[in-house]
């Protein structure tokens, strides 16, 4: 497995947080809330910002009561689930987002089509985990920072995906980061993963966002910053990779873990 990229390296962080990045992200928006894209749907953008679009499929991996759904939903501006609810056969949510390229200056429409299933149903039907993984371009790994067991089954996790799939992007999230003061992994657990798999790791809160003045609508833009560095740490990820694949950029060094 090739090393990620440096983070910031492939896209400009902050972006979105300046008046040209509020441009793009108005087609994401309606009235401070999200718009909610089906599989065949699109933002519409006025021609003079009339952009290209790069499709990814993702699927989301982790231990039943993770937090999977609950991450998707943050991603996609929608009501985070306040009781966990085991996801019944697969469920395919689209996510776009404009990010701006480091290298270029070049803004580039990404569309993401996470993929989550339910841990009973992988088990129980053989058909579900391979159209998962059917021309996946990158699994993100979740561990919950309440559930011990959940991490240490990453490595399990992550050895299978190595040999099933290797070459996809592959990144670790920890959630319920709103609930650390009762963490069942310390930081020393964190930075020793790091250092063995040399894989992206961010964190998420599983808190419900933040709402606008009515009391009950979620905050679009709001809910957007709490979830950038995820979406722009996948749009890197993923940049880079086709970049390397397409022989634009010089494959890095390949990563194993000790």
């Given at each position: ?134 021309n996946t371009d990158a699994f993100l790994f979740l561990f919950s920072f309440t559930d011990r067991a959940s991490f240490e089954d990453l490595p399990g996790q992550l050895a299978r995906i190595a040999g099933e799939a290797p070459g996809v992007v592959r990144m670790v999230i920890g959630s319920k980061f709103d609930q650390y003061m009762h963490t069942d992994v310390p930081e020393r657990d964190l930075t020793a993963f790091r250092q063995a798999w040399e894989l992206p790791l961010l ?56």
């Amino acid at each position: 497995m090739a090393r990620p990229p440096v983070p910031g390296s492939v896209v400009v962080p902050n972006w979105h947080e300046s008046a040209e990045g509020k441009e793009y992200l108005a087609c994401i928006l309606r009235k401070n809330r999200r718009r909610v894209f089906g599989l065949l749907e699109r933002p519409v953008l006025p021609p003079p910002l009339s952009i290209d679009t790069a499709s990814y499929k993702i699927f989301v991996s982790g231990k039943s009561g993770v937090g999977k759904t609950a991450l998707v939903a943050k991603l996609a501006g929608l009501e985070v689930p306040v009781v966990h609810h085991e996801t019944t056969g697969i469920q395919t949510t689209v996510v776009f987002w404009p990010a701006k390229l480091q290298a270029n200056g070049r803004v580039v429409m990404f569309r993401f089509e996470f993929w989550d299933c339910g841990e009973s149903a992988l088990k129980k039907f053989d058909h579900m985990l391979p159209a998962c993984m059917e021309n996946t371009d990158a699994f993100l790994f979740l561990f919950s920072f309440t559930d011990r067991a959940s991490f240490e089954d990453l490595p399990g996790q992550l050895a299978r995906i190595a040999g099933e799939a290797p070459g996809v992007v592959r990144m670790v999230i920890g959630s319920k980061f709103d609930q650390y003061m009762h963490t069942d992994v310390p930081e020393r657990d964190l930075t020793a993963f790091r250092q063995a798999w040399e894989l992206p790791l961010l964190r998420v809160k599983s808190v419900p966002g933040r709402r606008l003045a009515d009391g009950r609508t979620l905050d679009g833009r709001a809910g957007l910053a709490d979830v950038a560095h995820v979406l722009n740490g996948l749009a890197e990820q993923l940049w880079h990779q086709d970049q390397v694949a397409a022989g634009l950029l010089p494959s890095p060094p390949e990563s194993t873990p000790e």
